[in-house]
């Protein structure tokens, strides 16, 4: 491969307690596993990709996972193996940046000024905020002097301040203005984390989330060891699959150590898909601090359609994702969350591609082999919600007989915005006036209490 097309590729990384009890694959149903499977060879034949290695998880069921392809010649892809997750990376980032304001240490009005010494090219007047949802008006540093500089000393250990101060260029606007994606701004964050909580990066985030929550498989390449094998990895500076050369030649050091906070993990598809599932339902960060980061600004994203404070927003066939995707160095990832039924799928690849068009089929198939009406709390009682997502109302049905006792709407800060005395069998809820947003439905049916999300999106 040849130095220069690094540079096009490095473009696309945008692209990207319960825990042991998730774990258990024995609740999937087996025709269901069928599908899935069927489903990944199938994608991976239509993308013209090497391998795949994806998982999905399903509440009160468990785990799915399933591989396809191969690393390189005739070596297949197997569930040891660990893959460049690319920036999926910035949705730990983001959410340590969160419990640092949950635990009162950080604002997302805090300006760099407080919080870091001056940079050259770096406006000290930006916001923690504009840097999550990449409103910075900074350039990147991801750029040819970049390029040019890992592959001088491809060994060399890169910090992610090193780099900035090395290859950022002036600023392309002004804080708070056009949405644009850069690496710099969570390089940036990832400065913050460790300046406030006085530890490296890699550290943080073991302490505060891989630990806690069981992700064994995930490590910050170069500046974390492991033992589990990774993939031959596949890069095109086009994303055409008949231009992906095997670039596992090339050394890690500089490349994944200069890009830690924007992009450094490697994992695995099942520790994605719990994390995806303990950040989404609301275990990781607070209520308050969960809706902000899916408070999306609406962007032309191509493959996603809006971008909050760490996190991306999908759309396809209809339904409403969130969650991350990555590009990086002939890896690419993708991880989505279904907000209405509470999946997760996870599908990361050895060869650059657009991750989520393989993805987002996957989570279709599962939505549609996979059924989903009945709450985890709602034992016997098929309650129908509809539509969900939402923008003007939701119906809400009950089996036939059973009339509902109090019905109550709870924001994500647990403030009731609807209440109906209930006594009947159906009912309409007035979605009009709602913010965006998650919202819990808590229905009493008999001794049953039943919750529901509804996610209104006008």
């Known amino acids: 491969m040849k130095k220069s097309d690094l540079f096009k590729i490095s473009l696309l990384i945008s692209g990207m307690f319960l825990f042991a009890s998730l774990r258990a694959q024995t609740g999937i149903d087996p025709a269901l596993a069928t599908v899935l499977q069927n489903s990944i060879n199938s994608l991976r034949i239509s993308n013209n990709v090497k391998g795949i290695y994806a998982a999905a998880y399903i509440p009160g069921k468990g785990t799915w996972k399933g591989v396809t392809g191969v690393s390189y010649g005739t070596v297949p892809i197997d569930t040891t193996m660990l893959f460049s997750i690319g920036s999926i990376t910035k949705t730990f980032v983001a959410s340590e940046i969160f419990k640092l304001i949950d635990a009162g240490q950080l604002s997302l009005n805090d300006s760099l000024y407080s919080l870091l010494p001056p940079m050259a090219n770096v406006d000290p007047t930006i916001t923690v905020k504009q840097l999550l949802g990449h409103k910075s008006g900074m350039s990147d540093y991801l750029n040819t002097d970049w ?27 002004a804080p708070g203005g056009t949405w644009n994606y850069v690496n710099a701004n969570y390089a940036l964050l990832g400065m913050i984390v460790e300046s406030q909580q006085a530890d490296s990066l890699h550290h943080v985030l073991r302490n505060d989330f891989l630990t806690p929550l069981g992700l064994i498989d995930t490590h910050m390449e170069v500046f974390e060891n492991y033992s589990s094998p990774i993939p031959h990895n596949w890069s095109t500076p086009t994303m055409s699959p008949s231009l992906a050369a095997d670039s596992s030649a090339t050394p890690h050091s500089a490349l994944w150590s200069s890009i830690e906070s ?29 809706s902000q980061m ?37 890896y690419a990832a993708c991880m989505l969350y279904y907000p209405a039924d509470s999946l997760c799928v996870a599908v990361l690849i050895n060869q650059d591609c657009i991750a989520a068009n393989i993805a987002k089929p996957l989570m279709t198939t599962l939505i549609n082999n996979l059924s989903v009406g009945v709450d985890e709390q709602a034992g016997e009682v098929a309650v129908s919600v509809f539509p969900n997502p939402a923008s003007t109302s939701v119906t809400v049905t009950m089996p036939a007989g059973t009339a509902t006792g109090q019905i109550s709407l709870y924001n994500v800060v647990g403030i009731c915005v ?41």
């Open 294 to 330: 899916l408070t999306f600004t609406s962007v032309s994203g191509g493959y996603f359609n809006g971008y909050g404070l760490g996190a991306m927003r999908f759309v396809s066939s209809g339904k409403t994702f969130w969650g991350h995707a990555g590009n990086f160095y002939g």
């Open 418 to 458: 609807y209440s109906d005395p209930g006594g009947r069998e159906e009912f309409t809820v007035n979605a009009a006036e709602l913010s965006d947003g998650v919202y819990i439905l808590k229905i009493q049916a008999g001794n049953k209490l039943i919750n529901r999300k509804i996610i209104i999106q006008h």
């Open 262 to 290: 924007a992009g450094g993990y490697f994992s695995n598809p099942s520790d994605m898909v719990h994390w995806g599932y303990n950040l989404y339902s609301g275990t990781v960060i607070s209520p308050a601090s969960l």
């Open 147 to 173: 390029e040019n500089a890992m592959f001088a000393d491809p060994y060399r250990k890169w910090y992610p301040s090193e780099a900035l101060d090395s290859f950022l260029t002036p600023a392309a606007g």
